[in-house]
């Protein structure tokens, strides 16, 4: 009996430490590494917390107002039910976490944060920077990340969610010529990464909610490095939510992943140079040998950069990419971009409005609409197999001084361009800067021209139209304009989907992370039905009777609510709100910069406050209905 006993007690004693959470505290401005880390005697240093072991269901809070410099190495992992949990507590602004640490006589760190070989965490409400301006030992001068996850050994390391963040000021030593390919593609600087070597995975990672401006180069770069031969790739990757603020290069790069999603974000200005340092090269996503990577409901606009720099570019040997549902608008180089070796990558239901305006003496293909490219590693002879370009709506409409032409190159096997409007006026051109069309079956039918557009290219589609497509409101320059009128001759005039033509079907069952992306299209851009049983419309509307969809959220309205300048800056302008609405002004990270009534008359929104760049969310509210829509400030 004694010895029962004596067991049950052992048993419980066990199960409760396993059960155990730790809670940590730190302030920089109040704490001290001898008190005990809770929220009354709090930690100071990063130092502290690096040498502190964790466990599943622990959670280390950073002071809100306070900033930490140095580093922080994580130490112990969470499991799926209890992961680790790192945040904020306190009022104020969010907890700076900075690798750089001038007072350190070492030099500023690699990264603020390292997470290596440790899973199972959730960090939010943290800002994380790390400007480097001093060499450190052991640490490239060209290298700097905000908060680097690293899978260094066999086996696979799951589940990390960061959620609410902001990254900012990120920053190598000293600036790369970006046109050296040697060196930009050796110059690592980004945010966020994610980096599995020698035969690790990352697996399940979704970043949601978040803020990243200021970067030197990279927003979220997920990479694995085993080796070109090697099948390891990071796996079930969701990027949703964020917006991506001037940032130097790329906003995210997927690099060696299988299953991707990307997903209602908004990238203003990669490849911005508003930091001397900044690279000033990027495409808002940019995905090299990956599978399954879907891009999806996503705003691309003013991409820079004096290569690539195209809304959204599919690099070499990837299979199966879907870039859909996207805005792209003022991207200096241009619509489409496909390099050698792809397998169906697919661009659908897109709307394109003045892209490809580069002008670069120095090299020849400087600005496409669109452009198959059959190099990898600069190496030509690889052309992708099986790419998709339909269904998209492609504007250029600028005048005088402002108009530009672009190119249209494919070099590719299998191509299909069918069912797009592809439009250029008021002095503008497609295709005439140059046309190359290297693709022994080609395939080109059922799109609808207008105005100045490369004339050997258009004559390749026997079905063709060439007629105004009626745009509903052109002059609006946002992409609720480019719907097209009752009259329009796009309407039914599409190819159906169906043999050489079908919809490419989407690998949903790949993974959990697709569960709410279908298979093959049932909508257009603008929400309107796509029925296997007609036919379908030219262009990213498919709207039969001249029906206007003028806000994405409008269906939850009685009124039909929208935004006429969505880019503010001292005044939000509304159509169509003719009841009285509770309003708020909420920035991101959802705290609210304004608030109040707008009477059934008004219809403007006078900023009391001048507000930072970025993006906010415009909430109306009575008691029938709820409207919630983005704004950028500009």
Same mark, same amino acid.
């Given at each position: 009996?004694?010895?029962?006993?004596?067991y049950?007690?052992?048993?419980?004693?066990?199960?409760?430490?396993?059960?155990?959470?730790?809670?940590?505290?730190l302030?920089?401005?109040?704490?001290?590494?001898?008190?005990?880390?809770?929220?009354?005697?709090?930690?100071?240093?990063?130092?502290?917390?690096?040498?502190?072991?964790?466990?599943?269901?622990? !959670?280390?809070?950073?002071k809100?107002?306070?900033?930490?410099?140095?580093?922080?190495?994580?130490?112990?992992?969470?499991?799926?039910?209890?992961p680790?949990?790192?945040?904020?507590?306190?009022?104020g602004?969010?907890?700076?976490?900075?690798?750089?640490?001038?007072?350190?006589?070492?030099?500023?760190?690699?990264?603020?944060?390292?997470?290596?070989?440790?899973?199972?965490?959730?960090?939010?409400?943290?800002?994380?920077?790390?400007?480097?301006?001093?060499?450190?030992?052991?640490v490239?001068?060209?290298?700097?990340?905000?908060?680097?996850?690293?899978?260094?050994?066999?086996?696979?390391?799951?589940?990390?969610?960061?959620?609410?963040?902001?990254?900012?000021?990120?920053?190598?030593?000293?600036?790369?010529?970006?046109?050296?390919?040697?060196?930009?593609?050796?110059?690592?600087?980004?945010?966020?990464?994610?980096?599995?070597?020698?035969?690790?995975?990352?697996?399940?990672?979704?970043?949601?909610?978040?803020?990243?401006?200021?970067?030197?180069?990279?927003?979220?770069h997920?990479?694995?490095?085993?080796?070109?031969?090697?099948?390891?790739?990071?796996?079930?990757?969701?990027?949703?939510?964020?917006?991506?603020?001037?940032?130097?290069?790329?906003?995210?790069?997927?690099?060696?992943?299988?299953?991707?999603?990307?997903?209602?974000?908004?990238?203003?200005?990669?490849?911005?140079?508003?930091?001397d340092?900044?690279?000033?090269?990027?495409?808002?996503?940019?995905?090299?040998?990956?599978?399954?990577?879907?891009?999806?409901?996503?705003?691309?606009?003013?991409?820079?950069?004096?290569?690539?720099?195209?809304?959204?570019?599919?690099?070499?040997?990837?299979?199966?990419?879907?870039?859909?549902?996207?805005?792209?608008?003022?991207?200096?180089?241009?619509?489409?971009?496909?390099?050698?070796?792809?397998?169906?990558?697919?661009?659908?239901f897109?709307?394109?409005?003045?892209?490809?305006?580069?002008?670069n003496?120095?090299?020849?293909?400087?600005?496409?609409?669109?452009?198959?490219?059959?190099?990898?590693g600069?190496?030509?002879?690889?052309?992708?197999?099986?790419?998709?370009?339909?269904?998209?709506?492609?504007?250029?409409?600028?005048?005088?001084?402002?108009?530009?032409?672009?190119?249209?190159?494919?070099?590719?096997q299998?191509?299909?361009?069918?069912?797009?409007?592809?439009?250029?006026?008021?002095?503008?051109?497609?295709?005439?800067?140059?046309?190359?069309?290297?693709?022994?079956?080609?395939?080109?039918?059922?799109?609808?021209?207008?105005?100045?557009?490369?004339?050997?290219?258009?004559?390749?589609? +026997?079905?063709?139209?060439?007629?105004?497509?009626?745009?509903?409101?052109?002059?609006?320059?946002?992409?609720?304009?480019?719907?097209?009128?009752?009259?329009?001759?796009?309407?039914d005039?599409?190819?159906?989907?169906?043999?050489?033509?079908?919809?490419?079907?989407?690998?949903?069952?790949?993974?959990?992370?697709?569960?709410?992306?279908?298979?093959?299209?049932?909508?257009?851009?603008?929400?309107?039905?796509?029925?296997?049983?007609?036919?379908?419309?030219?262009?990213?509307?498919?709207?039969?009777?001249?029906?206007?969809?003028?806000?994405?959220?409008?269906?939850?309205? !009685?009124?039909?609510v929208?935004?006429?300048?969505?880019?503010i800056?001292?005044?939000?302008?509304?159509?169509g709100?003719?009841?009285?609405?509770?309003?708020?002004?909420?920035?991101?990270?959802?705290?609210?910069?304004?608030?109040?009534?707008?009477?059934?008359?008004?219809?403007?929104?006078?900023?009391?406050?001048?507000?930072?760049?970025?993006?906010?969310?415009?909430?109306?509210?009575?008691? +029938?209905?709820?409207?919630?829509?983005?704004?950028?400030?500009?």
């Amino acid at each position: 009996m004694y010895k029962q006993i004596n067991y049950q007690v052992v048993v419980l004693l066990l199960s409760f430490s396993l059960c155990a959470q730790n809670q940590y505290y730190l302030s920089s401005s109040t704490g001290n590494d001898n008190n005990n880390g809770s929220q009354t005697q709090p930690w100071k240093t990063l130092s502290k917390i690096s040498n502190t072991t964790l466990g599943p269901g622990d !959670t280390v809070y950073f002071k809100k107002g306070d900033t930490f410099r140095g580093h922080y190495v994580v130490n112990g992992s969470g499991t799926e039910q209890s992961p680790i949990t790192f945040t904020a507590y306190g009022t104020g602004n969010q907890p700076v976490i900075s690798g750089s640490d001038h007072d350190d006589g070492g030099g500023d760190y690699r990264e603020a944060i390292l997470v290596e070989n440790e899973d199972n965490m959730i960090f939010e409400d943290l800002e994380i920077q790390n400007h480097r301006t001093t060499s450190r030992s052991n640490v490239g001068d060209l290298v700097s990340f905000g908060i680097q996850v690293i899978s260094s050994s066999a086996g696979t390391k799951n589940n990390f969610t960061f959620r609410d963040m902001t990254f900012k000021n990120v920053y190598g030593l000293y600036w790369v010529d970006p046109s050296n390919q040697s060196e930009f593609n050796a110059f690592e600087v980004s945010g966020l990464t994610f980096k599995s070597s020698w035969g690790g995975i990352i697996n399940n990672v979704v970043v949601e909610d978040s803020y990243f401006t200021d970067l030197q180069r990279i927003g979220i770069h997920i990479k694995n490095t085993s080796g070109k031969t090697s099948d390891k790739r990071n796996t079930n990757i969701v990027v949703r939510r964020n917006e991506f603020f001037q940032i130097g290069g790329t906003c995210v790069l997927p690099i060696r992943t299988e299953n991707c999603l990307i997903e209602n974000n908004i990238f203003n200005q990669p490849g911005a140079k508003t930091n001397d340092k900044m690279i000033g090269r990027g495409s808002a996503v940019w995905n090299w040998y990956s599978i399954n990577t879907i891009v999806q409901y996503n705003q691309a606009i003013n991409a820079k950069g004096i290569l690539d720099s195209h809304g959204i570019h599919v690099d070499h040997s990837n299979i199966d990419t879907f870039i859909q549902y996207n805005l792209m608008q003022d991207c200096e180089g241009g619509f489409v971009e496909i390099l050698g070796g792809n397998q169906r990558a697919v661009y659908r239901f897109n709307i394109s409005i003045n892209d490809g305006w580069r002008v670069n003496p120095n090299w020849t293909n400087s600005d496409h609409t669109i452009w198959l490219n059959d190099k990898i590693g600069g190496q030509s002879g690889h052309p992708s197999y099986d790419s998709y370009i339909y269904n998209n709506t492609i504007v250029i409409n600028k005048s005088g001084n402002d108009a530009f032409d672009t190119a249209i190159d494919i070099n590719g096997q299998n191509t299909r361009i069918f069912n797009n409007i592809i439009y250029a006026v008021n002095g503008s051109g497609i295709g005439n800067q140059q046309g190359n069309y290297n693709d022994p079956n080609l395939m080109m039918t059922n799109n609808l021209f207008f105005g100045n557009i490369r004339n050997n290219f258009k004559t390749i589609d +026997a079905n063709r139209i060439e007629v105004d497509p009626q745009f509903y409101d052109e002059d609006r320059a946002d992409q609720y304009g480019f719907q097209i009128g009752a009259s329009s001759q796009a309407i039914d005039a599409g190819a159906a989907y169906a043999g050489d033509y079908a919809h490419p079907a989407i690998p949903v069952g790949a993974s959990t992370i697709f569960a709410n992306v279908e298979e093959y299209p049932t909508v257009d851009f603008f929400g309107h039905s796509l029925s296997g049983d007609s036919t379908p419309n030219i262009g990213a509307s498919n709207a039969k009777n001249g029906e206007i969809t003028l806000s994405n959220k409008s269906d939850l309205l !009685t009124d039909i609510v929208y935004i006429q300048n969505p880019m503010i800056s001292e005044k939000v302008v509304l159509f169509g709100a003719n009841k009285s609405y509770q309003y708020a002004l909420v920035d991101i990270l959802g705290r609210t910069k304004q608030q109040g009534f707008l009477e059934a008359s008004q219809n403007e929104i006078i900023l009391d406050q001048i507000l930072s760049s970025g993006v906010y969310l415009l909430k109306l509210e009575n008691k +029938a209905n709820t409207l919630i829509t983005k704004i950028l400030v500009n």
